[in-house]
């Protein structure tokens, strides 16, 4: 049995428990309907909005200690999110919890339906170590807006954090339904092994499939976040304005968010021959411009990974094509942001996610190669595009497949509560943020009302001809024929 340590409510010592003491205490505090009401949630919402208020210093703290993410930029991408994220909760809270009616075809009359939502009961989130308060809380906004009971698993690889979450989140939300369970790989896999309503998962697709083999055998339904290799198309701006722009967003989504270990960050470039001195001279002055000062970026989260993107840049011909960068501070665990024209397509830094600050240039003969190119890999999470060209982008729309397109800027997808965000494929699958995270952890339940004023007998046997004809009648909405045949006016 796996052992947590943590805090209860208040300050009293959790000391150590079973997994399935939290959990099954978690769902009896769902069978008990407490989680069900509008009250429940809108006081769970406002308690998390008291967290991220009251204990801002502490997360910015945590965060630089995790990942030597600057204070701004934590705030960016995590604090101020999750913020945002909790208001438009509790803004369109009682919307989202109404019943929706729906229409019914006119046979059906007198009938009423509508569809609605219920939570789905106890539900598990398993975050991952790069945004690692907003991946964590992100989704338990939708978990708890929805009316269930959750249990987090923060990951074990952003330690000051993870310590972080387990002690104030029991502070601040119902201790007994809301649960953080603190461990590494044996402990998710002791999570897994229970039964869950819904299993929502952010981490690497090697990690995700074995989420769906343990999901399997209870039939629980799961969302994965995975990522993939993020293209952006950059086409031959003419603009020299519209061009810095550009390249400033490109050196934003690369090294500004998490040094590039963020699964929506730009994973390499897709430029024309002629353009790439262009684009590389003018990435040399934006990362001069952005990231002379290394405060201003995050560092490698651990040695593992460190050596991983060291090994990308130890393979010769990968070397070989930096053009810019390359310099590692084992140290520090930082690596400076690097530029590589044309490395081999075959070798594993193209051929797999990198999750570092490492940006492959590959150039094309033309830019609408760059469809081609994209339609024989795997479907990305997001695929950026920079071109005033509409007929262009409505092929990239039409064309290919990912879980999101961006024209001409990166991230704001991801802070874009009426969008839903979310991969395909091997990006992943399920879809959450704002109303799509209520869904998310939803049952969408149809409910019709009928009463017994009118009953069509034609729907019961003994058969006839008659009968079949006016169930053809009414299989194609031809009302008119169905009155005449039901009259004995039609055949």
Same mark, same amino acid.
């Given at each position: ?15 150590? &428990?079973?997994?399935?003491?939290? +959990? ?54 995590? @604090? ?5 994220? +909790? ?19 006119? +046979? ?14 106890? +539900? ?12 964590? &809380?992100?989704? !338990? ?10 249990? &987090?698993?923060?990951?074990? $690889? ?32 002791? $999570? ?108 490698? @989260? ?20 930096? @053009? ?25 830094? !193209? ?54 397109? !961006? ?45 017994? &004023? ?38």
């Amino acid at each position: 049995m796996a052992l947590i340590t943590g805090k209860k409510c208040g300050d009293e010592e959790m000391g150590p &428990l079973g997994l399935e003491t939290e +959990v099954a205490e978690a769902r009896t505090t769902f069978d008990s309907g407490k989680t069900k009401g509008f009250e429940w949630r809108k006081s769970q919402l406002q308690a998390l909005l008291r967290l991220l208020q009251e204990k801002e210093e502490d997360m910015l703290k945590v965060l630089k200690e995790d990942l030597g993410k600057h204070r701004v930029e934590a705030y960016r991408d995590e @604090v101020g999110a999750l913020t945002k994220s +909790v208001d438009n909760a509790l803004l369109n809270l009682k919307k989202w919890m109404a019943p929706e009616k729906v229409s019914l075809p006119l +046979v059906a009359v007198p009938t009423v339906a509508e569809i609605v939502p219920e939570p789905l009961g106890v +539900v598990l989130v398993i975050s991952s170590w790069n945004f690692p308060i907003g991946l964590s &809380l992100e989704p !338990m906004i939708g978990a708890i807006a929805a009316g269930n009971a959750a249990v &987090l698993k923060p990951s074990e $690889l952003a330690p000051a954090t993870s310590e972080f979450l387990a002690a104030e989140v029991p502070k601040y939300l119902d201790c007994e339904a809301i649960k953080v369970i603190q461990g590494g790989p044996q402990v998710a896999e002791q $999570l897994l092994d229970l039964k869950w309503d819904k299993i929502f998962f952010t981490g690497s697709a090697q990690v995700g499939r074995i989420v769906m083999t343990a999901a399997a055998k209870h039939l629980t339904p799961v969302t994965l976040e995975l990522g993939g290799k993020c293209p952006a198309i950059f086409d031959s701006l003419k603009s020299s304005r519209d061009q810095r722009m550009a390249v400033g967003r490109v050196a934003g989504a690369k090294w500004g968010s998490c040094l590039g270990q963020a699964c929506i960050g730009i994973d390499y470039l897709l430029v024309t021959d002629e353009y790439a001195p262009t684009l590389i001279e003018l990435l040399k002055g934006v990362i001069k411009e952005f990231f002379s000062n290394s405060e201003h970026l995050a560092r490698i @989260v651990n040695k593992h990974h460190f050596q991983r993107l060291c090994n990308l840049l130890q393979d010769e011909s990968v070397a070989a094509s930096v @053009v810019h960068g390359g310099s590692v501070n084992a140290e520090e665990l930082f690596i400076e942001p690097t530029i590589l024209l044309n490395p081999p397509l075959d070798k594993e830094i !193209m051929t797999e996610e990198i999750f570092g600050p490492l940006l492959p240039i590959i150039t094309l003969k033309k830019i609408e190669d760059s469809i081609e190119f994209l339609r024989a890999r795997p479907k990305p999470l997001v695929i950026y595009a920079f071109t005033h060209d509409e007929k262009f982008k409505q092929r990239i729309v039409d064309d290919t497949s990912s879980g999101c397109v !961006m024209f001409n800027d990166t991230l704001i997808q991801y802070l874009c509560d009426t969008i839903p965000f979310g991969g395909v494929g091997q990006s992943g699958f399920g879809q959450y943020h704002g109303k799509f995270s209520f869904d998310n952890f939803s049952n969408r339940k149809p409910v019709g009302r009928r009463n017994f &004023l009118i009953e069509f007998s034609f729907r019961y046997p003994p058969w006839n001809e008659k009968k079949l004809q006016l169930l053809r009648h009414i299989y194609r909405f031809d009302y008119i024929g169905f009155v005449l045949c039901f009259l004995g006016l039609k055949r």
